[in-house]
Each structure stands twice: as C-alpha cells, then as structure tokens.
C-alpha cells in the first residue's frame, strides 16, 4: 500500500475525471435548495468536492476510507476558502449509516464500484431525500466484443457493462434517470494518466530493485498501456438520476 499510495495516491484525480464533467453533472440538477446538502462518497483526493462547494453554495460531506485523501481535500478545500463548508469522514462506503433522506444530493465520482454498482445504487438511495439525486460515474463497455486482453485486465471489476445495461440497474433501483453522459478521452489523461506516467518516470530510478515498489510501477504502466490500446472499447460514463418523490 505505501507504494500504490506514492504512485495513485498523489494524483490530481484517483480516476478519471475532470471540472468541466463535474459542473456538467451538477447542471443536470434541477429544483434543488438553495444550498442543498451533499455527500461526496469516495472522495479521494477531493478535486470534485472542492468543485462541488463551489457552484454549489452548499455544504459537502467527503467521505473516504484512507486517511491520506481526507487530509488532501482538507488542504484543497482549505487552499480554495471553502473549508468552512466541508466535513470529512474516515469510513469504510459500505459501512456509511446516515439517517434515512440525509442529502439532497450524493455524489459519487468512479468509486461506486467498490460496493458494486447496483448494490451501491441501493445503499445509496436511502440516505437521499425523495426528489433528491444521485450522480456516479462507472467504467463502461463502449463496443461488444472487447478483446481477450482486455477482457482480463477488466475481470477486477466483473460489473462493467454497457450503457444501457447500467441504465437498467438504475431503472429497477428505483430511480429516475435524468441523463447521463460519456467522458472524453482528456478525462483520462489531463488528471490522470499523464500526471501518472510523471510519477512512474520519477520512481522507476529510486524503486530499481525493490520488487514491492517495481510491481506497482509495472500495474501503473499496464495500466495507461490498456487505455492507449484500447480506449475505444470503455470509458467512464456520469450518470444522472434522482430519486422519485412518490417513492
């Protein structure tokens, strides 16, 4: 972990992701306080988070499991004035319990994965109001018949799936969908991967030889090499959805 954390714990982004995208989801949310109250699951770093309190004027609860995301968007709100309207939490995702309808908004930004799509889909939907909406973004297949290689590189996360199959989950979780919108390439690169190959180019010299440290730079490198074979075939898309009111 200290090795993984020197590598993709000190990137701009912990995934795929930008600004632009962030206030393009946010713009999808219509009829909603004035300064509504959100829950930033996985937070990470807290590029989006710092994002959201400020087109927002609300306030944001950041939630993450590693103690060094928490601290970094505790400086990144800080640095940018908005920390007075920040609260964070040290938690395990799956093991948030917040009083039922909490937030008017939960945001989620390439970390649904890790309770799954659809079961965090579920969990998610009880801390938010009703008329209240859900924002996640999720690794997507693009075209049928991905290569094999690819294939295993993905079986990790054995939820990725079409478009229209994560509209499905959305549909039987309940909520209604607002829109939903794929990510350009640069949502990988800019914050991401080219930040990376930095960071790799930095280690590989002081790690040479240490087979802990080696072993994460080469999963970092097959890593950006998937992307550069094969972006045509996945990507992230955001997805939009509010809860119902009649629900």
Same mark, same amino acid.
């Given at each position: 972990? =200290?090795?993984?954390?020197?590598?993709?714990?000190?990137?701009?982004?912990?995934?795929?992701?930008? +600004? =632009?995208?962030?206030?393009? %989801?946010?713009?999808?949310?219509?009829?909603?306080? $004035?300064?509504?109250?959100?829950?930033? @699951?996985?937070?990470?770093? &807290?590029?989006?988070?710092?994002?959201?309190?400020?087109?927002? +004027? &609300?306030?944001?609860?950041?939630?993450?499991?590693?103690?060094?995301?928490? *601290?970094?968007?505790?400086?990144?709100?800080?640095?940018?004035?908005?920390?007075?309207?920040?609260?964070?939490? *040290?938690?395990?995702?799956?093991?948030?319990?917040?009083?039922?309808?909490?937030?008017?908004?939960?945001?989620?930004?390439?970390?649904?994965?890790?309770?799954?799509? =659809? %079961?965090?889909?579920? #969990?998610?939907?009880?801390? @938010? #109001?009703?008329?209240?909406?859900?924002?996640?973004?999720?690794?997507?297949?693009?075209?049928? +018949?991905?290569?094999?290689?690819?294939?295993?590189?993905?079986?990790?996360?054995? $939820?990725?799936?079409?478009?229209?199959? #994560?509209?499905?989950?959305? $549909?039987?979780?309940?909520?209604?969908?607002?829109?939903?919108?794929?990510?350009?390439?640069?949502?990988?690169?800019?914050?991401?991967?080219?930040?990376? *190959?930095?960071?790799? %180019?930095?280690?590989?010299?002081?790690?040479?030889?240490?087979?802990? &440290? =080696?072993?994460?730079?080469?999963?970092?490198?097959?890593?950006?090499?998937?992307?550069?074979?094969?972006?045509?075939?996945?990507?992230?898309?955001?997805? @939009?959805?509010? +809860?119902?009111?009649? %629900?």
């Amino acid at each position: 972990m =200290e090795y993984f954390m020197q590598i993709y714990g000190t990137l701009p982004r912990a995934g795929p992701g930008s +600004n =632009e995208l962030t206030r393009r %989801a946010y713009q999808l949310l219509t009829d909603i306080p $004035e300064s509504p109250r959100i829950l930033d @699951v996985g937070c990470g770093p &807290g590029m989006q988070t710092v994002e959201l309190l400020k087109i927002s +004027n &609300g306030s944001v609860v950041a939630l993450d499991l590693l103690p060094q995301m928490i *601290e970094r968007v505790q400086a990144e709100a800080e640095r940018a004035g908005v920390s007075d309207r920040l609260v964070t939490i *040290e938690q395990d995702m799956s093991k948030m319990d917040f009083p039922p309808g909490s937030f008017d908004v939960i945001w989620s930004e390439g970390a649904i994965y890790l309770m799954g799509f =659809e %079961a965090g889909l579920k #969990k998610l939907k009880q801390f @938010v #109001k009703p008329g209240g909406y859900v924002a996640v973004s999720e690794v997507v297949w693009l075209k049928p +018949n991905p290569p094999s290689e690819l294939v295993q590189f993905w079986q990790e996360y054995p $939820e990725i799936d079409t478009v229209e199959a #994560k509209l499905g989950v959305i $549909e039987r979780s309940g909520y209604e969908l607002i829109d939903h919108f794929l990510f350009p390439p640069s949502a990988w690169m800019e914050h991401y991967y080219d930040p990376m *190959e930095k960071r790799i %180019a930095e280690k590989a010299l002081e790690w040479r030889g240490n087979s802990e &440290g =080696e072993a994460v730079l080469k999963e970092a490198k097959h890593e950006i090499s998937m992307f550069q074979q094969y972006s045509d075939y996945y990507s992230y898309a955001f997805f @939009v959805m509010r +809860n119902p009111v009649s %629900a």
